[in-house]
């Protein structure tokens, strides 16, 4: 609800690491955020729903 | 205005030639203006092959949004060769689609129990012994799927066709962009924008 953007900003930063190469845990990005945390997980929540969708798992 | 109810390619259109150029050029507006003039052809043939409870399970604007990606994924490699090849083109996408929809609605695809569980109407055909998911993981497996359909749905068509690039197609950020005709850091921030929406959506739905 706070940080309007801020969310979307960090995850298509990390993904744009992750489209380049540098793999990382998005754990790492959310530790890295301790107030955003919570908000952090459940972003990075949809994308797995997302992936296991695109990958008939769903 | 539109009295061709069969959805056969039209004829040649100097209109639609202009547009493809322009889109494949790179310019949005032209290829939404493309996709707006073929939809309600698009729309009639999904009609025609999709029929009662069929259609609505399969989701007659998901089939024609899923061509529709396609052909926008594709259309660099579309080459205007024919009178109304563009409308044909575009019909043949769809047809596949619409073929891939029925497949998997009617078993006869890879990953088909699914969906129909969590509506509640039980499939007809059993699942062999032995293989696949138990009866339970695919019900929840069906909820999670619903429930990300329904807030992919309240999404808007770009933040669902960015979403839809980067993730069922796999594609880098930077070459969705160059695939769109965008900025790259435009398409960062929509799809940031798309990824909030979407949690947002996801959450609101009463997930676990």
Known sequence: MSDDGRIGEIVAAWRDRRDRGEAEDPEQVIAAHPPLAEEL???????????RAAAGML | ME??????????????????????????AALRTLF????????????????????????????????YLTAHLRLSDFEDRDEGSFGH??????????????RSHLGAGKRDVRQETSQGSHRAAPEPAGRGPSPSLVLMRGEERSRLQRAMEALSG??????????????PLAEVARRLGRNADAVYKQYGRAVEA????????GGS
């Open chain 2, 36 to 67: 707006d003039r073929h939809a309600p052809r698009l729309r009639a043939l999904v009609k025609r092959r999709l029929r009662g409870i069929l259609r609505r399970k399969v989701g007659e604007s998901d089939v024609v949004q899923e061509a």
């Open chain 2, 3 to 28: 009295s061709n109810r069969e959805p056969a390619a039209p004829r040649f259109d100097a209109a639609d030639a202009a547009l493809v150029a322009r889109a494949k050029a790179g310019d949005e």
């Open chain 2, 198 to 205: 979407l949690t947002e959506r996801l959450g609101g739905a």
């Open chain 1, 41 to 51: 997980r459940r972003a990075f929540g949809a994308l797995a729903l997302l992936d």
């Open chain 2, 89 to 102: 083109w575009l019909g043949q996408i769809l047809e596949h689609k619409i073929r891939d929809a029925l």
């Open chain 2, 158 to 171: 770009d933040q669902r066709l960015i979403l839809r690039m980067a993730h069922d197609e796999g594609l």
